[in-house]
């Protein structure tokens, strides 16, 4: 999947983490970088290294995530880069924090999947996705479904036995949020 080379930092002190994020954004096509704290990432920023979104964790050695994201805020250049906060702990003062911040996102580590951060992150970088799921109308529910489809979306899709037709889901930019249409 093409993303226009959209670039993300992933700033974390824990290797596995930033392990799982990493493989999760190249897979998407993300351009990824990592760094394993707040003075890192400052290092890599200011040197010219300008993502198009830092997702950050909060507690790390040397400079903290709130420390990463004040510098960049002082920065006029570097202000309106979406920063998510990736929080293990999910402090309500931390949250506080974050909102009076103005961070674009705030996540809370256990209650947010890792294929759910990289929806959010495209939402926040307005890149929408379109998902193509074949159907072969000869197996399990598949005649029922485009049956269902056919009706609701006044189509006339009737595939030959052992043929396949596509559902071609299209994220929005709410959660929840589809446009799906039946390909034939």
Not at 51 to 58: E, H, L, N, Q, S
Not at 164 to 170: G, R, S
């Amino acid at each position: 999947m093409e993303l226009l080379n959209k670039k993300i930092l992933i700033v974390d002190d824990d290797e596995f983490l930033l392990g799982i994020y990493a493989k999760n954004f190249k897979d998407e096509g993300f351009d990824v970088s990592i760094a394993r704290d707040g003075e890192e990432a400052w290092g890599m920023i200011s040197g010219g290294n300008v993502p198009d979104i830092v997702f950050t964790g909060i507690v790390m050695p040397r400079m903290t995530g709130f420390e990463l994201i004040a510098k960049m805020q002082a920065d006029s250049t570097l202000a309106k880069i979406p920063v998510v906060i990736n929080s293990h702990r999910g402090r309500p003062e931390d949250k506080k924090l974050a909102q009076e911040m103005a961070v674009d996102d705030f996540i809370v580590q256990g209650f947010t999947t890792p294929a759910e951060v990289v929806r959010r992150i495209k939402i926040l970088l307005r890149i929408q996705g379109i998902y193509k799921i074949a159907i072969v109308a000869d197996k399990y529910d598949g005649q029922m479904f485009i049956n269902l489809l056919n009706k609701q979306q006044s189509t006339a899709c009737n595939p030959a036995v052992g043929k396949e037709i596509f559902l071609e889901i299209e994220s929005k930019t709410e959660k929840g949020e589809f446009k799906i249409n039946l390909k034939c």
